[in-house]
């Protein structure tokens, strides 16, 4: 049975395969041939598996950050950027990571946020001298913050899986994302000077107040959005919804950025998303049971603690997994079908598992612009017209900080853990 339930999944994922597919084929499988279990299972564990209060979150952070990118509140964001970074060497690449830090707060989502900044920043990089390469490698790794920066979709979704607190997955998301941002900008500015890059407008406290007054609705989204849920006032889930009628109103009628007529069509198009993402979810969900009902946890936790590794052998070792299958599994499955084989291993060694979400997310992360298979890539290379050899180029810097961003996350529990003793 171990053989084919290992085979059956790899061999279709190699057939090119939706994962959801891959999946709900090898439950059916397995539960024809090997499993005397009836077939009504699969759909009862199917709706039990999206049945939760949680997901109702991930539609909402979808349509928000969709109508957000899309009604001018990322250009209002880049000028408040600017308007501080400006006279700093290396200010337009200082201003894309810092864009994507506060818009990564708005959508929650790391190739809307690659669209949503890269679209006007990518440009702009490459008219102030950056090189091509970096520029593509900096909007497409930076963009990956978003999965980070609360409100994340993935710690969503692991929150979901493994049971945990979102919100205190939330605020555990924010020292991590912090500190992947300023270790980035420390090598842009190093990066600016061996390049000789020209200083941009110095800094004017009349420049900074006017952007400051014209992106106040936009600075104000991430405040509302997680002020409610650190205060105690919405749950995660209840501040999605704030954050979709917090979108309408201000691209609507504070800035007249969208039409009804365009708001109904991302919503069209966040309905379709949302659909990807919860079948997903459904189908992983039966998978997990699979896995969980054929003792796949259990025999994976007795191996693990019959090498007698030490715990931080163990976390080097889940980390180069999850590396390696950020790569070629969209985070979204991997998150929900990892999820109920790792959590056990993180108990056995004895990590939090607040902590260890944290890990994981910024493990896929980085897997979100690394080739082959990173869904940044291909949003970059959608937007842009590069090809992926000549983005892939630009990414090898960005992988290192971001992985060495990763060593720390890892082995200071710190980061994750202190703000989260606040949040319950």
């Not at 709900?24 to 039990?48: E, R, S």
């Not at 420049?207 to 600075?219: D, I, M, N, Q, Y």
């Not at 079908?337 to 939090?352: E, F, M, Q, S």
């Not at 842009?384 to 971001?402: C, E, H, S, V, Y």
Request: hydrophobic share 55%; charged share 10%.
């Amino acid at each position: 049975m171990g053989w084919a339930l290992a085979l059956i999944p790899f061999t279709l994922l190699a057939l090119g395969l939706p994962i959801f597919v891959v999946l709900l084929v090898t439950v059916i499988v397995m539960l024809a041939v090997f499993v005397d279990v009836p077939f009504t299972v699969v759909p009862q564990t199917m709706f039990g598996s999206i049945d939760k209060f949680a997901l109702l979150a991930v539609p909402f952070f979808i349509f928000a950050g969709e109508m957000m990118g899309q009604g001018g509140i990322s250009d209002r964001l880049i000028r408040w950027m600017q308007s501080m970074f400006g006279g700093i060497r290396g200010s337009l690449a200082l201003t894309t990571v810092g864009t994507c830090e506060f818009f990564g707060a708005i959508s929650g989502s790391s190739p809307a946020t690659v669209a949503a900044v890269g679209r006007i920043m990518y440009p702009a990089l490459r008219a102030g001298g950056y090189e091509e390469k970096f520029a593509l490698g900096l909007v497409t790794s930076s963009g990956a913050i978003a999965s980070i920066i609360p409100p994340s979709i993935l710690m969503i979704l692991y929150g979901a899986a493994a049971e945990q607190s979102v919100a205190q997955l939330f605020v555990g998301g924010v020292f991590p994302g912090l500190l992947i941002g300023l270790l980035t900008a420390i090598y842009i500015v190093f990066y600016a000077r061996r390049q000789g890059l020209a200083r941009g407008e110095p800094f004017a406290w009349g420049r900074f107040w006017r952007s400051t007054r014209e992106g106040l609705w936009a600075l104000g989204a991430p405040v509302v959005i997680l002020g409610s849920i650190y205060t105690g006032i919405c749950t995660p889930t209840e501040a999605a919804g704030i954050a979709g009628v917090y979108g309408i109103i201000v691209t609507r009628y504070v800035y007249r950025d969208l039409t009804w007529a365009r708001l109904w069509e991302i919503a069209v198009s966040s309905v379709v998303l949302t659909a990807q993402i919860m079948i997903i979810v459904a189908a992983a969900g039966v998978f997990s049971w699979l896995l969980t009902i054929s003792g796949v946890p259990r025999t994976v936790v007795g191996v693990i603690q019959g090498l007698d590794a030490p715990p931080w052998l163990m976390l080097v070792a889940i980390n180069v997994f999850l590396i390696v299958v950020g790569c070629v599994i969209d985070p979204t499955s991997a998150t929900l079908v990892l999820t109920p084989l790792l959590v056990p291993i993180a108990k056995a060694i004895g990590v939090d598992l607040i902590h260890f979400g944290i890990i994981l997310t910024v493990n896929l992360s980085i897997g979100m612009f690394t080739p082959p298979f990173g869904l940044n890539l291909f949003v970059t290379q959608a937007l842009f017209k590069a090809p992926m050899a000549r983005i892939a180029r630009g990414l090898a810097p960005f992988i290192a900080i971001q992985t060495t961003a990763l060593v720390i996350v890892t082995y200071v529990p710190w980061l994750s853990l202190y703000l989260a003793r606040f949040v319950r």
